[in-house]
């Protein structure tokens, strides 16, 4: 039997396109997956941050949101102390709505 307890889940829609959300927590860090479509995982980035500086590293390149995936990384990574695993796979390229509010979606989750 899987158990469900800690990951999350959610929908998001902004501008008629929707994302889904997925965060699993461990002690010592969150894998988190921004998808659009169907379920893949996309560009890679990690994060590791301690004593507030992180340190990012690129897994799987992208040819545009390289700025988002980072910041969204690093800020995770800072917000919990630990290590961000950030997939993106999205259809087309993020307006700057599209990127706020997605970022504001993943904070309120991981503080939950």
């Known amino acids: 039997m899987i ?5 999350k889940k959610k929908t998001v829609t902004v501008n ?3 994302f889904l959300v997925q965060i699993v927590p461990f002690d010592n860090g969150d894998f988190i997956s921004i998808t659009e479509g169907k379920e893949k995982i996309g ?4 994060s590791i941050g ?9 897994v799987v390149p ?3 949101e390289t700025l988002f ?3 969204v ?6 917000a919990i102390n630990g290590i961000c695993i950030f997939s993106l796979s999205i259809q087309k390229e993020l307006d700057l709505e599209s ?13 939950q």
């Open 3 to 7: 158990s469900q307890a800690g990951y």
């Open 16 to 18: 008629q396109r929707e």
């Open 43 to 46: 560009t890679l980035v990690v």
């Open 50 to 58: 301690s004593g507030g500086r992180t340190s990012t590293a690129t």
């Open 62 to 64: 992208s040819k545009s």
């Open 69 to 71: 995936l980072k910041m």
């Open 73 to 78: 990384s690093e800020r995770v990574a800072l």
């Open 99 to 111: 990127m706020k509010t997605l970022m504001n979606e993943i904070m309120e989750i991981i503080k």
